[in-house]
């Protein structure tokens, strides 16, 4: 076997730059779940405003994943992420600053079209500088690190809370983006493709428009009420918009930013529906469990992180491990076992009492995060072996996509159903309970919006204990119920995943390797927008 070269000083800089920024934007996505009780406290947010926190970041970042993914090849991947990190150092800032709920929401959502723009430039600048067996050791070394982000995100979100307050998660990005934006200056080279087609910005629209006006239905429902005339509109818009989308990619667009196409054939489709419930499931469930951990339970921020290591960790060990099957094992039965031990986990934790204690969730996050590990590093092997190598960024970048999709989705439907069980849960605990009228519907609802057993503190100290039980009552009962419905939504992927999974056992092209695109990476050549073009190579 030949000997791999030494990387160079450039190709080294260019590595710890694109790991650095990946590492960063990456860990936004999991840090801010430990702090979102004390940004509840801090900014008086209601249960909707938290999910918009988490959603708005996920939203943005799938809407512009495929088109900055263009924009890269024809403008300079060098030029992009660039701008890509003074957008998201700028989003961070910002999102620090935040003095309103409202505010932050829309100060993450900036810092999600900064993460799209790192995340679509990032393997492509990684490619202008390696190739071969390097390009396969540097992607692996870039898969390792997003994994690693993910891993450390809770924990580092309940310690910088803890101990220094919840803006810090954010603080915490200004230096390590000024840093890489003044080595990416000095050191990254430029690299383009001007045959790499325009960006699909109608196509964007549609989408785009779709998205926010189910994720506005699915997170305001249960306030405004389903059948009100805004709600229904609302789900009216984003089902005209999602049907134009569909036909302007179909018939109209010169260059689509998606092939749907490739949603025709069974093993591409599986393997999306596969990339969309992990994340609504696995991910969209954090949140909850977070609040649960903390405003039921309570622990402090750094023992909730504390708490959530063991889905981390194992997400991690299992996502190595993976890389090793990958080629020997068929990518349906490493998609099927992934969503079973998915469904498995979740459906174990919803044994919730008013008496547990966290340990009840213990076997459930470890067999949850295995789940995620599994996907995290076969989904692109996955991807991949459902195509041809001519369609392989766009099938890179739509699962890619799909995976955000999944996490903004899962987060308001798990909300939507969390509120109503919980509230519901919460009003029949009470009952019996001495209260002046309506009281138990009040203090039901503040429980559903994630305040937990913290209403306790609003009520004569005669009553708190018996309602600090019928909140604990109540949110255990609307919680398994939430933990049922993505368990069963998780097995629906368990069995796409093992009856439409691809079926070889194959490796990735050298150009594809293990590695690359885990953890969510996007897209790397102007493939994403047209399919059967040729890969991008540095000029």
């Known amino acids: 076997m030949a000997e791999v070269p030494k990387a160079s000083s450039r190709q080294r800089w260019t590595l710890v730059l694109v790991c650095t920024a990946a590492f960063m934007l990456l860990l936004d996505v999991t840090i801010v779940s430990v702090a979102l009780p004390s940004i509840q406290r801090e900014l008086h947010a209601s249960l909707p405003d938290l999910q918009w926190v988490s959603a708005a970041y996920a939203l943005v970042l799938a809407v512009l994943l495929l088109p900055a993914a263009t924009l890269g090849d024809r403008l300079g991947r060098r030029r992009l992420f660039l701008a890509g990190l003074v957008i998201f150092t700028a989003g961070s800032l910002a999102c620090a600053l935040a003095w309103t709920a409202m505010a932050l929401q829309l100060f993450r959502a900036l810092q999600g079209a900064g993460g799209a723009v790192l995340f679509a430039t990032a393997t492509p600048l990684l490619r202008a500088e390696f190739s071969g067996a390097a390009l396969a050791r540097a992607l692996g070394v870039f898969g390792a690190v997003l994994g690693g982000a993910s891993a450390i995100g809770p924990l580092a979100g309940g310690v910088l809370t ?266 029949h605990a009470l009952a019996g309970l001495p209260a002046p009228s309506g009281a138990a519907g009040r203090l039901a609802a503040a429980v559903a919006s994630g305040a937990g057993t913290r209403v306790a503190a609003a009520v004569p100290p005669a009553a708190r204990a018996a309602v600090t039980h019928a909140a604990r009552a109540g949110t255990a009962s609307g919680l398994n119920d939430v933990l049922i419905a993505a368990a069963a939504f998780a097995a629906l992927g368990a069995i796409a995943g093992f009856a439409f999974g691809p079926e070889p056992a194959r490796q990735p092209p050298p150009s594809s390797a293990p590695g690359e695109l885990a953890a969510q990476s996007p897209p790397g050549q102007h493939q994403a927008q047209r399919p059967a073009g040729p890969k991008t190579t540095a000029p």
């Open 162 to 427: 803890d101990t220094l307050g919840w803006r810090f998660i954010f603080f915490v990005n200004l230096p390590i983006g000024v840093a890489a934006f003044a080595g990416g200056v000095a050191r990254l080279r430029e690299s383009r493709d001007p045959a790499g087609g325009r960006a699909d910005w109608a196509g964007t629209a549609l989408v785009t428009v779709a998205l926010t006006a189910l994720m506005f239905a699915l997170i305001r429902g249960n306030e405004m009420g389903w059948a009100s005339p805004a709600i229904v509109a609302l789900l009216a818009a984003a089902a005209v918009a999602f049907a134009g989308f569909v036909i302007y990619e179909l018939r109209i667009a010169a260059a689509p930013m998606a092939d749907l196409r490739l949603f025709g054939r069974r093993s591409f489709a599986a393997t999306g529906f596969v990339a969309f419930a992990i994340s609504a499931t696995v991910i969209g469930m954090i949140i909850y469990l977070s609040l649960y951990i903390q405003n039921t339970l309570g622990y402090s921020p750094v023992q909730a992180g504390l708490r959530f290591l063991p889905l981390s960790l194992a997400s991690f060990a299992v996502a190595l491990l993976t890389g090793r099957l990958i080629g020997t094992v068929a990518m349906r039965v490493l998609l099927g076992v992934a969503m079973a031990a998915a469904a498995a986990g979740l459906a174990s934790m919803a044994h919730l009492t008013a008496t547990s204690s966290w340990l009840v969730l213990l076997p459930g996050l470890i067999l949850a995060g295995v789940g995620l590990g599994i996907t995290s590093t076969g989904l692109s092997s996955a991807a991949l072996a459902a195509v041809e190598p001519a369609h392989a960024g766009m099938a890179s970048g739509l699962v890619s996509t799909l995976r955000q999709v999944g996490t903004a989705t899962g987060v308001a439907v798990l909300g939507a159903l969390y509120a109503s069980r919980v509230t519901t849960a919460t009003v």
